[in-house]
């Protein structure tokens, strides 16, 4: 068996069907279901003549390895037909960083949605910019008013639907319609529902990222990033990792292309518990909203039904107002959601957040103390009940500070 596309069926396997079976060669794997986990830099050419014509399946470590081709196999196929090809770098921001130096020149000007990953916004504010290239900030609910921020020179837009705190949902195949009228390249973080939930390709853009780390590793136990490009796109990115030498370590490969294998189940449940969680929260009377694009209630839900076909597990709730003190007795009183940065993985967490101190194209005033939860694969019982004593503690400061 090898990839998803070959097996001589008409019908198209399904996604979930992709993740288990792309990027299997189980004869050059001798007969074991998994890649080995290739250690190496040096590969060796059996004759002179090989060696000056650079043959072989495989030239050098950093150029990739069985590991690293069955995992770029797998995704290559869960993205589908628009997929040409899949870069892996060190982590989420080096896939991000890569790519932006990648499609960009001196001289070139950046559009970039105001609700971006904060280090993908430093990343251009301060090493882009050095290097000459500008980089304007948009409002994410401008649709295809984005027509109006283009420049002669502005050469892509990175986009990412939802953000990871604020949530907004940006009309992605509006924006890229406008962007290809101007040979603009559309640069999707798609982390937050990765390929099973967005087929972002399909939609319009140029190349789409992961931050693996995330959901994809699924266990927060790697550091990784994807690059997934279109034939338009590929040939650049491609170039690109080779030049900066872009590679990851073998068992960070090994353990992405395991974390993908069950992507399916964990992303569902993360989807379930997320949304019960969603709405439970929303009857809460300590908490003002719920950013949760798969609530019906939220401004960005038609976008995200019409485009997506599940949510993960991360969300935010804006509480009504109180002092940071209040909101340290909440987080110093749950015991299931840990505190700490990332997400993706199987434990819930939480951090609180405020994002108002750097977006620049719109004003971020939620009412209230925001915090972001990632809902973890434990029992929604357990996390209510966890919330319920943080809520309590929150409470019993707020009546002592009142
Ligand atoms: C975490 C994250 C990244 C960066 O990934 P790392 O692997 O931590 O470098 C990029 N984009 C989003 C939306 C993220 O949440």
Not at 306 to 316: H, I, M, P, Q
Request: glycine share 10%.
């Amino acid at each position: 068996m090898n990839s998803s596309q070959d097996d001589g069926r008409s019908k198209p396997l399904s996604p979930e069907t992709t993740l288990v079976t792309a990027g299997r060669d189980t004869k050059a794997q001798k007969g074991f279901v998994n890649p080995p986990v290739v250690h190496g830099s040096t590969v060796l050419y059996p004759t002179a003549d090989d060696l000056h014509a650079h043959r072989g399946e495989f030239q050098y470590g950093r150029r990739g390895t069985p590991t690293t081709r069955a995992l770029q196999a797998a995704l290559m196929a869960l993205e589908g037909p628009q997929c040409a090809g899949v870069g892996i770098a060190p982590s989420g921001l080096a896939a991000i960083s890569t790519t932006l130096l990648a499609v960009l020149k001196s001289g070139d000007h950046l559009l970039v949605c105001d609700n971006a990953y904060r280090p993908t916004r430093n990343f251009c504010n301060g090493l882009l910019a050095r290097y000459g290239v500008e980089t304007s900030f948009f409002d994410p609910l401008i649709g295809a008013g984005i027509a109006q921020l283009f420049k002669p020179n502005t050469r892509a837009v990175v986009v990412e639907a939802p953000g990871s705190q604020s949530f907004e949902m940006p009309d992605i195949p509006a924006i890229a319609s406008v962007a290809h009228t101007r040979d603009v390249l559309v640069i999707d973080d798609n982390t937050w529902a990765t390929p099973l939930y967005h087929r972002s390709l399909e939609q319009g853009v140029d190349i789409s990222m992961q931050a693996a780390t995330k959901y994809i590793g699924g266990h927060s136990d790697i550091m990784f990033g994807t690059i997934s490009a279109n034939a338009k796109a590929w040939p650049i990115i491609a170039e690109t990792i080779q030049l900066l030498g872009v590679c990851a370590g073998p068992d960070d490969v090994f353990l992405a292309l395991r974390g993908l294998r069950t992507l399916s189940v964990r992303l569902a449940q993360h989807h379930r518990s997320g949304l019960e969680m969603a709405r439970w929260l929303a009857t809460r009377p300590e908490v003002i909203r719920v950013l949760h694009p798969a609530l019906e209630s939220d401004p960005g839900h038609a976008i995200w039904k019409r485009d997506f076909s599940g949510a993960s597990g991360l969300f935010s709730i804006v509480l009504k107002p109180a002092p940071q003190k209040a909101v340290d007795a909440l987080l110093d009183a749950v015991k299931l959601f840990g505190m700490g940065y990332s997400w993706g993985g199987f434990e819930s967490l939480v951090i609180p957040f405020d994002c108002d101190g750097y977006r620049t194209a719109t004003k971020w005033a939620p009412g209230g103390p925001t915090l972001r939860l990632h809902i973890g694969l434990e029992s929604v019982e357990d996390l209510k009940a966890d919330l319920e004593r943080g809520f309590a503690a929150f409470n019993a400061t707020l009546s002592l500070s009142s």
